[in-house]
C-alpha cells in the first residue's frame, strides 16, 4: 500500500461509514493489515480472492439446491481443495488475524476464515451476511495452490 497511517485511516473511515450489504470487507481487513505490513500490495490479496472466485466456478459450486447449499459447497471447498483450516496449534497467532497472511498460509481463525468465505462468497454473487462463521474442512485434494 505504501501509504501512511493518517492515509490509510482516512480510507478505511470512509469505508466504514458507506456499509451497506455490497461492502467488500477485505478492503478494509487489508487497511488493517497495512498497519502491520506498511509495504502490503492489497490488489495483490484482493485478486487473490478474484482467483479463488474464478475456481470455484470450474467447481460448479453455484449449481447448488438453493443459496444455502451453494454456500456449504463453497465452505467445503475452501476448507477442502484450497486447504483453509484452522489454527488448532497456535490459535492467538497475530497472523491468523490478518487477511493477507490467511491468504498466504491457508491458516487462520474462525473470523478471518469467515472473511474469506464470505469475500469469495460475494465475488460469486452469493448472498453472505457478516456474521457468518463457518468452519472449513481440511481434505487432501488442494487444488488452489
Known amino acids: 500500500m505504501n501509504i501512511d497511517a493518517g492515509i490509510r485511516l482516512d480510507s478505511f473511515e470512509l469505508i466504514a461509514y458507506g456499509l451497506d450489504d455490497n461492502i467488500d470487507l477485505a478492503l478494509p481487513a487489508l487497511l488493517l493489515a497495512a498497519d502491520e505490513y506498511p509495504n502490503l500490495d492489497a490488489n495483490r490479496y484482493l485478486a487473490e480472492l478474484d482467483r479463488l472466485a ?3 466456478l ?11 447449499d451453494a454456500a456449504r459447497r463453497l465452505a ?7 486447504g483453509f483450516t484452522g ?3 497456535n ?3 497475530p497472523k491468523n488475524s490478518f487477511l493477507n497472511d490467511v491468504l498466504d498460509r491457508r491458516v487462520g481463525i474462525p473470523i478471518t476464515l469467515s472473511l474469506v468465505l464470505i469475500e469469495v462468497g460475494r465475488r460469486l454473487g452469493l448472498p453472505m451476511v457478516g456474521n457468518l462463521c463457518a468452519q472449513l474442512r481440511r481434505r487432501s485434494n488442494n487444488t488452489c495452490g
Do not use: S
Not at 467445503?76 to 484450497?82: D, N, P, T
Open 58 to 68: 470450474t467447481q460448479e459450486i453455484c449449481i447448488a439446491a438453493d443459496e444455502c
Open 91 to 93: 490459535y492467538y497467532d
Open 76 to 82: 467445503l471447498f475452501l476448507g477442502g481443495q484450497c
Open 87 to 89: 489454527n488448532v496449534r
Open 54 to 56: 474464478d475456481l470455484a
